[in-house]
């Protein structure tokens, strides 16, 4: 099937690898986006600006059938379907100039995947071209792809003749090591087409443990990682001025240690701060790719308060754009980890203790909350499980990454925390957000292995320790129904929240009972 793709690619209009300013040139030629004033380039992404996730599929076939977790996010797609699909998107690139970028998935070159992500316009490739990790010329001059990433936002899928449920589609061919993206010009999904591949070649092919979080250094080579859902806080915390960022989003756990699968960051702009995030604040520059951010046309000055577009406005920049990026980006073996939760009724403290099989119990549940306004039809805030912090990216049964987490970090004394950067004093419209300096300042006591040393409790409902003060925090918030002006509107919040946690864990079957009885109680 690819030596019809390689036919078209050696067409002489075809532009391989090209450096960040001839991409930003042709983006500028093609008016596919505008120079902002802070030097980004500033594109839209039209009728979708995020994920299509009811539009992901997996091509069933012998190699898949007993290996992928098949359902709403794994949806099937039959070989037939994929090879019309295919053969209409090559029609539709037949003639077209096309971009292409080599590169690789994989900091730890003895795991790395070769990539080739060919795109329709060249602001996708400079995208894919930050976003990735660049080859050296040497390393280029005898490059040769495992897998190629086809992206063509401007050919829409025919659901009848295509077998996809809109005119959206991102379609993982394993068999064939072949990714097509039709129809939207998101480019997150380029980004997360290549991370759900990951997911599955790591685990299967590595016995490597591939992971939706992000990571940093100390000096002394202390690794922690912060796994987390969007807007959880995962590149704004972990882009720590003290510490050296590893990587923002993704990354693979060897028995090595940690390494980063990517070679940039994809951070979240809306209400982005020079105060509380400067060195994401800092990285957005000449090289750097803006999506959806508002701007005045007069001045081409940005707002990053601005959501009318969308409050997932974006921007994508290479890893050395952070001034202490860690580069090879590599590590030992994390000596923390923190799951981030953003939860939006008020009820979890800012930080709880786990242990081993509480851990197991919190990473499969992956909770946090969605937010009014955020989706059309939510109206209060929901409680949301995404399996391992990921769901969306997982080909393979959440219990299959659950088990690697689970060995790694009882083989190399990990320390589990789950930390809550959502609501406290009551729920979203009533309380307030932690402030991200009293979450920095629990971080720093944790990292530093302080937490364990304070007098805790043990929370009724939940059962995990909590401590009772941190230095730099106030100390009532460690105590979330004392925030509340109603400590029984606390109780019942707390109990409702409860409950969802038991309702979702009974999808997950054959779950040893230590872990199960990690479950939050219900209280007299």
């Not at 990473?363 to 995404?386: N, V, W």
């Amino acid at each position: 099937m690819n030596q019809q793709l390689k036919n078209i690619l050696q067409q002489p209009t075809q532009r391989f690898n090209l450096p960040v300013a001839e991409l930003i040139e042709e983006a500028l030629v093609n008016k596919e986006g505008i120079l902002v004033a802070n030097g980004a380039l500033r594109v839209s992404t039209g009728k979708y600006t995020g994920r299509s996730p009811n539009d992901k599929f997996m091509v069933k076939d012998d190699k898949t059938e007993h290996r992928i977790n098949w359902g709403q996010i794994n949806q099937p797609m039959s070989p037939d379907h994929f090879a019309t699909l295919y053969q209409d998107v090559l029609a539709y690139l037949s003639g077209k100039q096309l971009y292409v970028f080599d590169g690789f998935a994989g900091a730890d070159p003895r795991y790395r995947l070769h990539l080739r992500i060919i795109n329709e316009y060249a602001w996708q490739n400079l995208f894919a071209h930050q976003l990735f990790i660049r080859p050296t010329q040497e390393e280029l001059n005898g490059f040769s792809a495992d897998y190629h990433i086809v992206a063509v936002p401007g050919f829409k899928a025919d659901p009848q003749r295509h077998g996809t449920n809109s005119e959206v589609a991102v379609v993982l061919n394993l068999t064939e090591k072949l990714i097509l993206i039709v129809g939207s010009s998101y480019a997150g999904e380029i980004k997360k087409s290549a991370f759900s591949l990951v997911n599955y070649v790591l685990p299967v092919e590595k016995n490597i443990l591939s992971m939706h979080c992000s990571a940093n250094v100390d000096a002394s080579g202390n690794t922690a990682l912060f796994f987390g859902l969007s807007g959880t806080g995962k590149t704004t915390l972990s882009a720590d001025p003290s510490r050296q960022l590893i990587g923002d989003d993704e990354h693979g756990w060897s028995e090595d240690g940690i390494f980063n699968i990517e070679g940039g960051c994809y951070a979240k702009c809306i209400g982005l701060s020079a105060v509380d995030e400067p060195q994401i604040y800092g990285a957005i520059r000449f090289g750097s790719v803006l999506e959806n951010v508002a701007y005045a046309p007069a001045s081409r000055e940005v707002d990053y308060d601005d959501a009318s577009i969308t409050e997932n406005t974006r921007v994508a920049y290479p890893l050395n754009y952070i001034p202490n990026a860690r580069i090879p980006s590599v590590a030992g073996h994390p000596k923390v980890i923190f799951f981030l939760t953003a939860d939006a009724f008020g009820v979890l403290p800012p930080i709880a203790i786990l242990d081993k099989n509480q851990a197991m119990y919190h990473f499969l549940s992956g909770y946090t909350s969605k937010l009014a306004g955020t989706e059309r039809g939510i109206k209060e805030p929901q409680a949301t499980f995404s399996e391992c912090f990921g769901a969306p990216f997982l080909p393979l049964s959440p219990v299959k990454y659950a088990s690697l987490l689970g060995e790694k970090m009882t083989k190399h004394g990990t320390r589990i925390y789950l930390l809550n950067t959502g609501w406290t004093g009551g729920p979203y419209g009533v309380g307030s957000r932690f402030k991200i300096p009293h979450t920095r300042a629990i971080i720093k006591a944790a990292l530093e292995g302080t937490l364990e040393t304070l007098p805790c409790r043990v929370d009724p409902v939940f059962g995990f320790k909590v401590p009772l003060s941190c230095p730099g925090v106030p100390e009532e918030i460690f105590t979330p129904e004392k925030t509340w002006p109603n400590p029984e509107k606390y109780q019942e919040q707390a109990l409702m929240l409860a409950r969802r946690f038991r309702e979702n864990f009974q999808k997950f079957k054959d779950i040893p009972a230590e872990i199960s009885i990690a479950s939050p109680q219900e209280t007299n």
